[in-house]
DNA sequence: AATGAATGAGTTTTCATTCAT
DNA sequence: TATGAATGAAAACTCATTCAT
């Protein structure tokens, strides 16, 4: 009784009611299943009834929770962006040479996608659709921060004076090129995809052409 | 009989001409507006009614030249496949080292991105996002095509044994990222662009891990 | 107990009070809520949403109170006839010429009208455009109620006998389009609008047409 | 064969064909439908599919001629003021005494009112619903028009100094009440009822205050 | 062939109402 | 009683495709 009284006493206030509960799951309810008809159908060909039908909720419901199946497909990149990021991020600031800024970046980033092949193709083959920009702030950001990265490794003198623009740029097209082929052949080889894109790089970045003054500070938009 | 000639050469006015004129015309207009369409709103968003708004002709017209979207999408990447293939494998047949096998490579697709900047975004951006569904049969043509001739040059002992399923993607994915960098500033510079990409990848091949057998079997589809 | 009582009583963190209070309280919000949205969007447009919205209750509890959309609103139109017939009645009942039935009809409507033009504007824009769909049992009874007194009037002999229906159909026409030009010109003279359509009236009702016998008993529905 | 090859040598020019008839058709089965509709269940409760449903037409052939519930009804609305305004004009201004710009208002508009119930049910009890403006250009010039008529013939000398503003208000407010009554019994008597309003305004007229200054000029908004 | 309106299935979206808490 | 999320019926609207002209 004293339970129950303290309850209904707090309508509004508690957190974690059972209320809160479902609702969270709910959201997650949905964000699987959008999940699981992005990666099947391709963004585009999606629809929100097929998210809805992938649910055990009714069609109002998903209104309550995102305005649109943008709204959820940016959801689910930023959620990965934001898991991903600052583990990236946190490796490389530990690294002090090359070969380890390399190494631990496409290590992470293969068994990240080994991990989570779901979200991975997700965001992949929402690609081949709508303009679902990639270029969301939170995932240009991890892209910038990549290329920040590089350029304090430059000053740092831990790498040459590259083009940092176009060395993130090919390191983010090897990674997510290589880590499609990765997911074509069972079973799964993270280390061996980062071991083959960490060789290319670390080789490669010696003998990149050193940048000009502009070449460095370029690559804004 | 002179007349009906007369009428159906300007079915709207425009500039008389012999029928398959303005056959093989109104297929262009249609391919022209759809590249536009593709570019601006990408392909998952665009409909077949922009693409018609987009020309002079009517909504029924279409289907006289394409059976859907998909199609006139379809035609517009293998247009741009088959113009660019033959001069790329043409100019890898004539390498005799890797340097040149990589250079070639590289300096053909950027020159080719650089002057036809308008396919390359369509196709980039229609696709969406990150990167493009590229599984269209013409354009997994195009990467087998390099796959194997890398695996050629294997063979011939220009190439030490790579994984060539690996190293194909990791030119795709960089000769695209980096071409996107390239045309975000002006002027394009499409041989700063390759020697870039070149001078990474020829330092690189040459410390990549040798392939397992597996590895260089692996990458079917 | 102590405890239960006091927590109801405070579901918001509203001032303490007895039940009672909260519970006109809320009808009162709920009411009042409801003729700014009317107001505003007309009652077609307006939801129980926008209402709600427009209240700080929770949308189960507007049904703790009204049914319906059409519940608030015919309470709000039956709170103003409620407010006004009265009044109205009686000052005609006192009349004892023409002149004053006349005069003090349009005088009290007038009045009533400039200091609550809230509620005027959210009947007639509520209802929207024209005119009014008058046709609630409180507001056909106001109407009824004007016919009967002027029959009233016709019988004393203080009218002559005129078409009752008619005559209340243009007292009333009168009065709600003059109104609303009123409302329209700052500052509000409701003196002004009674003088004018009290003239046009007196003048004329003694030079309409007789009524037919059949005019009289008109009307109905 | 002449006219056979005629038509079709003009696809996009001929304006009578069959084609334009159907079209024209096609528009007015969906007006009538709404003017049926409205008229039944109220604009605010009419829906666009109950239109549709009213007609032998598919849903989305009402988008090819208008766009929403509230085009249809301007439609209708404006077609309606198009036909009576410029009757009313044209005999206020053959009028040459009070009397005659008087009756033949009421008369013409009651008798236009009993001609054409169905469109004048439409609009009346398109009122109970939704902000559907009455206040659309076409029917407030139709108000206007009058004002200026009365405007008029006061600078004639035919009418005394009146509030026009006023007049006009209380002119179309007897106008539309009484035409309501008018419509409810059987058979409609629109010159009984037009001899009423008459009398009413003949006789008022004579005898209202004279405006201000302020009050002939106002009206506005 | 070209035209462009009609079609209607399918999608998105809203909202009154219910009901577990 | 108050709350507010869930419901799902129904409304609004889109668009690929057909087809009479």
Redesign the interface.
């Known amino acids: 009784m004293d339970t129950t009284?303290l309850k209904?006493?707090r309508?509004?206030l508690e957190l974690p009611g059972k209320r809160e509960q479902t609702k969270a799951q709910n959201r997650q309810l949905i964000l699987d299943a959008a999940r699981q008809v992005f990666a099947e159908l391709?963004?585009?060909?999606a629809t929100v009834r097929d998210i809805i039908r992938a649910t055990p909720l009714a069609s109002g419901t998903f209104y309550n929770y995102f305005k649109s199946k943008e709204e959820v497909f940016q959801a689910i990149r930023d959620e990965v962006a934001l898991a991903i990021r600052p583990r990236l991020h946190e490796e490389r600031m530990k690294a002090e040479t090359v070969e380890e800024f390399i190494t631990c970046t496409f290590r992470t980033f293969f068994e990240f996608v080994a991990s989570d092949r779901v979200n991975f193709r997700t965001?992949?083959?929402?690609?081949?659709?709508?303009?679902?920009?990639?270029d969301t702030p939170e995932v240009i950001a991890g892209f910038e921060e990549l290329r920040n990265d590089i350029e304090a490794a430059i000053a740092k003198g831990m790498f040459p004076p590259?083009?940092a623009?176009?060395l993130m740029?090919?390191i983010?097209?090897?990674?997510?090129?290589?880590a499609?082929?990765m997911l074509?052949?069972e079973p799964h080889d993270p280390v061996?995809?980062a071991?083959?894109?960490s060789?290319?790089?670390?080789?490669?970045?010696?003998?990149?052409?050193y940048a000009t003054q502009a070449?460095i500070s370029?690559?804004?938009?």
């Open positions: 009284l209904s006493s309508p509004r391709g963004y585009g060909a965001i992949r083959h929402a690609a081949d659709t709508t303009r679902v920009r990639m590259v083009n623009d176009y740029a090919a983010v097209g090897v990674a997510f090129e290589v499609e082929r074509r052949s061996a995809a071991e083959f894109a060789a290319l790089f670390i080789a490669g970045v010696r003998t990149l052409p070449g370029s690559g804004t938009a």
